[in-house]
């Protein structure tokens, strides 16, 4: 029965929003510009992934380790977009969405160390093409679930045949712990036959881990900090 109810509510989105006129004559008028946007993004993606890739490379050459330890990249779907649109009342136009959409071309860098994390993002924002439009730290301020991660929003250009264009970038810097902890409070989150009381229980259980996962992080930075003391004695 519930499930019935889930379905025909999804139905429903889907033909509101989706499948809505002003969705399709959206689709259909911008085909092409939509397609060049999103391959826009993709490239901008290409050289914020790059800068990051030189810098671990440099530090792997210099100090023999990689602040590093994976780099994931996404562009946000269209139908993502489309529902950001709609929550925040925007314009539906491409100028509308690459204005108030910061998030489209989003670039993930895992890092094993809270040190690596600020350094890296001072690294990115020294470069001489990119441009800071935003810093939030949920670090230093974690999110009410718990939530902790280093973003940025950055315009960075991409070079293209005849012409220059700056393009919107989000970084999200993050330990392994914090990303840990991020992807499977993604999967609470967008679980939607937990029940209420089960669901509350656990978002507290999530900022009770959170707590943990931020005391186990400042703790291995100590270590690996009296390790590197210890080298240079
Ligand atoms: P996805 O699929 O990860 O891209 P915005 O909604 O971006 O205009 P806001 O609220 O200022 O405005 O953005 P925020 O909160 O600074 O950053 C949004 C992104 O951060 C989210 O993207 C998540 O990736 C991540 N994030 C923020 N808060 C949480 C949280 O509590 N839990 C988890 N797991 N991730 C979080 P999207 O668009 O939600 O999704």
Known sequence: ?????????????????????????FMQENKLPVDTMMAYYRCAIMEVETKFKVLNEQFSL??????????KTRIKSMESIMKKVRNK???????????NIRDVAGVRVVC?????????????????DITLLERKDYIQNPKESGYRS?????????????????MKVEVQLRTIAMDFWASLEH???????????????????????AKTSAALDSRMQ??????????ED
């Not at 029965?1 to 004559?25: A, C, G, H, P, Y």
């Not at 009342?89 to 204005?99: A, R, Y």
Request: with cysteine; charged share 35%; net charge negative.
């Open 150 to 166: 280093l973003h940025l929003i950055v315009e960075v250009p991409i070079f293209l045949q005849n012409e220059k264009r700056n």
């Open 89 to 99: 009342n925007l314009p539906l136009s491409l100028s509308s969405i690459e204005e």
């Open 187 to 209: 999967k609470l989150r967008y679980k939607k036959n937990i029940p209420e009381e089960e669901a509350e229980l656990l978002a507290k259980e999530m900022v009770e881990c």
């Open 1 to 25: 029965m519930e499930n019935r109810i889930w379905e025909q509510l999804q139905t429903k989105f889907v033909r509101e929003s989706i499948l809505s006129d002003s969705f399709l004559d």
């Open 112 to 128: 094993s160390f809270l040190d690596d994390i600020y350094m890296l993002a001072d690294c990115l924002l020294q470069q001489d």
């Open 62 to 71: 210099r100090y023999d380790r990689n602040p590093i330890e994976s780099i």
């Open 222 to 231: 100590d270590i690996k900090n009296r390790i590197v003391m210890g080298e």
